[in-house]
């Protein structure tokens, strides 16, 4: 935990929303504090039993009475801190925040023991005394809270974050501050688009390309000490990243056997006169990838060859599963269920894989991917930017068919297009949108209900702009 302290007028609050907005979660302790009075009947016991059953109303406490009395006096202030901090600490130690904003709790060495770092925002006195006349509170609380050099009986790392200038430079000097807890091979604000063969998606907050075992490992122990969200990428030709992007970290695989190309694993196979997977030639994507969605086309699947998978979880635990642990079925693995779970801490980064391939001759494998590859020319809208088929076929019926017969072909919602050519694929045109994309699948989906009640289930994964918060680093 880092925590965000120093005197009220300092700007804790400023400085917590900039380290919002750079994507890190920040827990205010005040507010917090203020749900416990109102919902925990021991704290409110205590403090009636000090202050009076005036102190606590039905908002939970009397703010204003209670801030005329500790303000005034400082032992009493140390009163209400001896009765708040125990049951406050407890309740963030639950919740186990990346930072905390918590206006004095630094004179409490309980707290500060428990502190990474304590980021200390200063501000002159006059400074704090303008600001707070500014938001009307009077300076008697800026007495009551002065920090006097020396003050500050804590042991854990301090860092001073001044705050005697302008918001910019307060700002710039907090982002400097967070780029030392980023690794260096993470990089912000990247545009989705090039990385997705739909050419579609907003921004990536974190992005990273790791090139060895040892920064994947860095990365995920990052992701579970800051709470970060991430999704493992491959070459995103199953993928439609939102508009608004992702709030998280995009883990790009491309220096691992994993991340190799389904093409490539062909073509070395074929080499050796090796077969089994020679259908899927023509699928755009890693080998990682066809793991995690079982791919498969002309009958065969990427399952029908694998030996055995090695992922590495969120906590850096490194796993190889049998095939069959492997639980592929039509378009799913272990790795896609374990991917929806609600806690990342389930999501699992293929890194590579073992395959049992079938010994053929040379030119049936070659013919095979050769046919394949002309039946891919001609069916497929391959001159446009899409992701592959965007449904799944239900129950063995083509979904391509469904949506055919429902007269949808050439159908489109911005510059998002229902194929010509493939009904069950959707292409940009040039500058289509997740949102049109999503449109256009939603009257897909209402009208191949209506016509053949059959219910569509997407194939194509998009990722939440928004994940839900990363791993817990609480395991
Ligand atoms: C023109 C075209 C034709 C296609 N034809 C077919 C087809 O015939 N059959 C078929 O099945 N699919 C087809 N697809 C879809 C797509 O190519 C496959 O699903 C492919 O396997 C996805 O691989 P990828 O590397 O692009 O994965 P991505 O699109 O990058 O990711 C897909 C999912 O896999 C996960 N993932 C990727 N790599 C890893 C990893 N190393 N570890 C953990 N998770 C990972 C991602 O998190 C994501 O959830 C086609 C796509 C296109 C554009």
Redesign the pocket.
């Known amino acids: 935990m880092f925590a965000i302290t120093g005197p009220i007028g300092s700007g804790k609050s400023f400085v917590s929303s900039i380290i919002r907005e750079a994507g890190f979660e920040v827990l205010d302790a005040d507010a917090l504090a203020h749900e416990l009075y109102k919902k925990n009947s021991e704290l409110q016991k205590k403090i009636a039993q000090e202050f009076g059953d005036e102190a606590i109303d039905e908002n939970g406490i009397n703010r204003k009475l209670v801030s005329n009395i500790v303000f005034s006096n400082p032992k009493k202030l140390e009163l209400l801190e001896s009765i708040v901090y125990p049951i406050l600490l407890n309740e963030i130690e639950k919740i186990n925040p990346v930072f905390v904003e918590a206006a004095v709790l630094y004179k409490c060495p309980e707290f500060a023991k428990r502190m990474k770092e304590i980021w200390v925002v200063e501000a002159s006195e006059d400074l704090r005394k303008e600001r707070l006349l500014g938001r009307g509170i009077e300076d008697g609380r800026v007495e009551a809270q002065r920090v006097e050099s020396g003050e500050l009986r804590v042991e854990s790392f301090v860092r001073k974050v001044d705050n005697n200038g302008t918001k910019e430079e307060c700002k710039s000097k907090v982002l400097e501050l967070l780029v030392g807890l980023i690794p260096n091979i993470v990089f912000r604000d990247i545009s989705l688009k090039k ?4 050419k579609i998606g907003g921004v990536a907050r974190f992005f990273a390309e790791p090139e060895t075992m040892e920064e994947i490992k860095i990365l995920l122990a990052w992701c579970l000490e800051f709470k970060i969200p991430y ?9 439609l990243f939102d508009d608004n992007g992702y709030k998280g970290l995009i883990i790009k ?1 491309s220096k ?1 056997n ?2 190799n ?2 093409h490539s694993l062909i073509q070395n196979a074929a080499n050796q006169g090796l077969g089994g997977l020679e259908k ?1 030639e ?17 009958g065969q ?2 399952s029908d060859c694998i030996k055995s998978v090695t ?1 590495i979880a969120a906590n850096g635990e490194i796993i190889t599963r049998t095939k069959k642990e492997c639980e592929f079925s039509y ?1 799913t693995s272990i ?2 269920k374990l ?1 929806t779970l609600n806690s990342q801490l389930s ?5 590579s894989a073992e395959f049992n391939f079938t010994p053929m001759p040379k030119e049936v494998i070659n013919k095979n991917r050769k046919e394949v590859l002309a039946w ?1 020319k001609a069916k ?3 001159q446009y930017p ?4 965007v449904f799944k076929n239900p129950n063995s019926q083509s979904a391509g068919y469904l949506i055919e017969k429902c007269g949808l072909k050439g159908f489109s919602i911005g510059d998002a297009q229902i194929s010509e050519l493939h009904a069950n ?1 959707i292409v940009n045109k040039g500058q289509a949108t997740a949102k049109d994309v999503k449109a256009l699948m939603e009257k897909i989906v209402q009208k191949v209900k209506e016509v053949h009640g059959v219910e569509l289930e997407a ?3 998009y ?1 939440p702009s928004s994940p839900a918060p990363g791993p817990s680093s609480k395991i």
Do not use: D
């Open positions: 990385y997705t063969t739909f999704f493992v990428l491959g070459k995103g030709s199953n993928v695989l691992f994993a991340a190309t389904l899927l023509g699928i755009p994507g890693t080998i990682g990838g066809a793991i995690f969605m079982n791919a498969g086309a002309h699947q990427i992922s378009r790795f896609k991917s999501t699992q980064t293929i890194i891919r497929q809208p391959l899409n992701a592959g088929s694929f194939e194509i994964i990722p």
